[in-house]
């Protein structure tokens, strides 16, 4: 077996990822269901927590016929003070097919994929990167718009989003035209620009014209500074997304979950005719799916 790893959108060059969508958008059209010879072990390691993610991976498993394993927290030795090393090395010896990790931790699936000959997948760490996520995203664009390079913008919490910075990066070794529409302090626009330097910055969602693709982020209310009201205030008042700011009728997504009258106006979550965002929990189980055969092949 290869040592593969999806720890970071770093670790798959473009062909990778045109693969991959590939075999997400097969197993989602396809009606039969497909079941591995020989069934795999999956450990599902999820210290934080997770609905969307944790469901569609642990049902990637099982629509291939693999073992899923979840790990609980609550329950494992790190709740009584393990260290992490030490639990990861006691997990690592029972010899899993797979390690799926999310951690608040930036870079700890990394640091475990360096660690082990044992494949990882980075289903989220800390404000770093969200590799499967940024996949998913890509499966439900191709989709619609296969391989055309749209224009795509990105609004919203971008400094503290791994959802961003894996979008960021996909989008870009891909070659579509990134719009980043953001307030200054959800903004670094010094590392964006090392992923990539065409970038184009917008200050508010007054000017944008002509996006095909509108991504909104959840705002990481956990993430950013305690005492910070004022900042959710003045975002919610220039940043949470109206109709008025949807009159070119782009496709809108978003990774969820979604912070009502925060990022988006619940008058456009319930309403607008050209969401994907239920197409993008959809497809992240056939993503996963897939990811999960490119890491075992």
Known sequence: MANRKITSIDDLSAKDIQSIA??????????????????????????EPSTRTTISFELASKNLGYNSI???FEKSSLSKGESFNDTMDTLMSMKPDVLIIRDKNNFSPMEIGKRSKIPVI??????????????????????????KKIKIGICGDIKHSRVAHSNIKLLSKLGYEIHIIAPTYFLDRKDLKKINNKIIFHKNLNSLKELDILMMLRVQKERIPKGAKNMMSSFKKEFCLQNKHLLNKPYLMHPGPVNRNIEISD????????????????????????????ILK
Do not use: W
């Open 22 to 47: 590939e075999k997400a958008i097969k197993f989602k059209n396809s009606k039969k269901r497909i079941l591995e010879n020989k069934p795999k072990n999956i450990f599902n390691l999820f210290l």
């Open 70 to 72: 979840n790990i609980n």
């Open 122 to 147: 980075n289903a989220g760490d800390g404000t770093n990167e969200h590799p499967t996520q940024a996949l998913l995203d890509y499966c439900v664009i191709r989709e619609i718009f296969k391989k």
């Open 267 to 294: 008058d456009v979550l319930d309403n607008y005719p050209k969401s994907l965002i239920l197409k993008q929990v959809e497809m992240g189980v056939f993503l996963r799916m897939a990811c999960l055969q490119y």
